[in-house]
């Protein structure tokens, strides 16, 4: 079957900006150190989890311990209670059972709007950063700190450490906390006056105890990009990661609808944090809406590691259609959703776009050439190093379109579009509920003929043809030579 004739259309998609996956260390002590920073992911065996993870879970924070558990919470559509569930996997908090751990208060202050909650382990106690109004001005969002002593944070009780004051009683919220040299800091959005938006996110060095800064307060982000003022004027909701010897800041802006999307400062791991100038701001929303796999505003995210500790995974909220009636902040409907972050090789981190619902993607790094991945461009299918677009070389592995145990590669941004082969070389193109392409489509999954820890695609309606790479685009040919063997083996990340 030929391609399709609108190849500009898919083509748009596909800038030509490449970039390669670089190496990352694991942060074993800042792990266990409760620090929200996640493990290496060059190279890292790829995950399988499957979206949404939870639904009606906003603002999640996920959090991996020491003692083997991850820990979830998030804000419930109610806004009334802060609820924490664990599993030992992370596809085990779908269905872990969920404590409420703290219920808003009857009148006055915490009475209402209880918003995005972070759970975090710091000097051997378990803290929870949360914002909340009042019963008689739900408007009036100021953060608070929760504690609790015992090594399960779902039992024991947990003490309110009161309001985390600021230089200004204004709006405030989406409180985070980060360890870089040995200084914990506090990082958080806030309305400063005089400035005319909702938000600003802001910096300071926690003080003696979790629930108090202390010196120079620094401002970070004012939302004054067109993507950061859509709907409102905001940056909120910062989350920090840190790799290759810098760290990364990511936060929320605009609109809480299809408009919310993230934004990201970088800065080096041994610059003075409390100079702005130490960051720099990107220009461009780094995560957005994407009506191809139909995901709309993600954000408000954390971040936290694979089981294994060697990806990095992104953790955030979205919903899955875009027109919503009334208030945003009406509609139940964000989910919780995970998804693999990878690393350009300028050491930046990329998320390429909220995956599709379902199973999360992979990519295909060849074994001979060790910095390439198959990708697609133009719909033609080939390998490449420096793939920055990366969704491009993302494929969801699916149940074969044609049976008989085989497999089939979906596309992660032109969902519905498998590679297929015809005369011989490799595409992706439109399912078209034909036998002929579900046989095109389908393979036989392989040991990988050039090493057992990878994978090799055998044709299923062309047994002994394999999937391989020639002269940098894929072809489905016989293979015999020990070079051929490596050229049609894949490692998955």
Known sequence: MPLPLDRGTAASGAPRRRRSVLAAMLMALAVSAGLPVA????AAPAVTYTNPLVNQRADPHIFRHTDGYYYLTATVPQYDRIVLRRATTLSGLATAPETTIWSRHTSGEMGAHIW???????????????????????????????????????TGGWTERGRITTPWDTFSLDASTFVANGVRYLTWAQ????????????????????????????RLVVPTYAWETRGYRVAEGP??????GRLFLTYSAS??????????????????????????????PVFATSAATGQYGPGHNSFTVSEDGQSDILVYHDRNYRDISGDPLNDPNRRTRLQKVYWNA????????????????????????????VRHYDYRARVEPNVTNLADSQFRIVNGLAGGGSV??????????????YGFALSIAPNDS???????ASFQRRSGLADSAGISLESQNYPGRFVRHRDGLLYLEAVSTSAERGSATFHLE
Request: charged fraction near 15%.
């Open 239 to 244: 989350a920090v990661i840190q790799r290759n």
């Open 346 to 373: 300028d050491g930046t981190p990329n998320f390429g776009i909220p995956v599709p619902d379902g199973v999360t993607p992979v990519r295909l790094r060849s074994h001979d050439l060790t910095t390439s991945y």
């Open 408 to 421: 089939s590669l979906e596309s992660t941004n032109f969902p519905g579009y498998y590679l297929r082969h």
């Open 434 to 440: 034909s036998s002929i392409f579900a046989g095109d």
């Open 39 to 42: 493990g290496p992911a060059q």
């Open 116 to 154: 995005a909650p972070e759970i975090h382990f710091i000097n051997n106690r378990w803290y929870v950063y949360f914002a909340a109004g009042r019963t008689d001005d739900v408007w009036r969002i100021r953060m608070y700190v929760l504690e609790n002593a015992n090594a399960n944070p779902l």
């Open 255 to 284: 609109a809480t609808d299809a408009n919310y999307c993230l934004g990201m400062l970088s800065a080096s791991a041994t610059a003075n944090l409390l100079d702005a100038a130490s960051w720099s701001k990107s220009p461009n």
């Open 191 to 218: 309305q400063e006056p005089g400035i005319s938006t909702n938000s600003n996110v802001y910096l300071a060095r926690m003080g003696a105890n979790p629930w108090q800064i202390t010196g120079t307060v620094t």
